[in-house]
């Protein structure tokens, strides 16, 4: 199985920052990395696709790169509502993993 | 409104079986794959498991055993989940999940407790 490692996993940050939550997969899964937001009692929502891809409605605060192994999840403000626990997950092939997450708290 | 409504969740006792059941509108079920995935109480995202738009292709996460059955009918626009003999460390909220791009619809959870 593939295993997923974010880091960290929790981060303080105040609004207005820019900050990056790397992801790193045990083998080369190409560009087939998302990442999810998901908020207290609540669903996951997707936010990034394939990498680097913005899903619809989501702002454009948020940008994915990487490929390969690498992988990072950047907002670049920090608004009020982005404070919430961020998950990538790679689809190259099943079991789909998820990384252990990343909490994301007010400073 | 394009959706997706879990049900059949709660409590049961150790080595009991549930059916959970994901009720899809809004979209063209049958095009889709679809995907459980579960949340144990404080924990992260587990994937459970894979099933295709035709149900040719079915999958599993190994920690199941062999004790879970994902089955979907096209004609009522559901998805299934058959959990037998099941245990403790199977209390989580369970998602199901539409794979398009990604996981780009989730259901709102039903949560399962296995406890005597």
């Known amino acids: 199985d593939i295993q997923m490692t974010q880091s960290p996993s929790s981060l303080s940050a105040s609004l207005g920052d820019r900050v990056t939550i790397t992801c790193r997969a045990s083998?080369?899964?190409?560009?087939?990395l998302n990442w999810y937001q998901q908020k207290p009692g609540k669903a996951p929502k997707l936010l990034i696709y394939v990498a680097s891809n913005l899903q619809s409605g989501v702002p454009s605060r948020f940008s994915g790169g990487g490929s390969g192994t690498d992988f990072t999840l950047t907002i670049s403000s920090l608004q009020p509502e982005d404070f919430a626990t961020y998950y990538c997950?790679?689809?190259?092939?099943?079991?789909?993993?998820f990384g252990q997450g990343t909490k994301l708290e007010i400073k | 409104e394009v959706q997706l409504v879990e049900s059949g969740g709660g409590l049961v006792q150790p080595g009991g079986s549930l059916r959970l059941s994901c009720a899809a509108s809004?979209?063209?079920?049958?095009?889709?794959?679809m995907n459980w995935v579960r949340q144990a109480p404080g924990k992260g995202l587990e994937w459970v498991s894979y099933?295709?738009?035709?149900?040719?292709?079915?999958h599993y996460a190994d920690s199941l055993q062999g004790r879970f059955t994902i089955s979907r009918d096209n004609a009522k626009n559901s998805l299934y989940l058959q959990m037998n003999s099941l245990r403790a460390a199977d209390t989580a909220v369970y998602y199901c999940a539409r794979e398009g791009d990604a996981f780009d619809l989730w259901g709102p959870g039903t949560m399962v407790t296995v406890s005597s």
């Open positions: 083998q080369s899964i190409r560009s087939y």
């Open positions: 099933i295709s738009s035709s149900s040719s292709t079915i």
């Open positions: 809004g979209f063209t079920f049958s095009t889709y794959s």
């Open positions: 997950q790679q689809s190259y092939g099943t079991p789909y993993t």
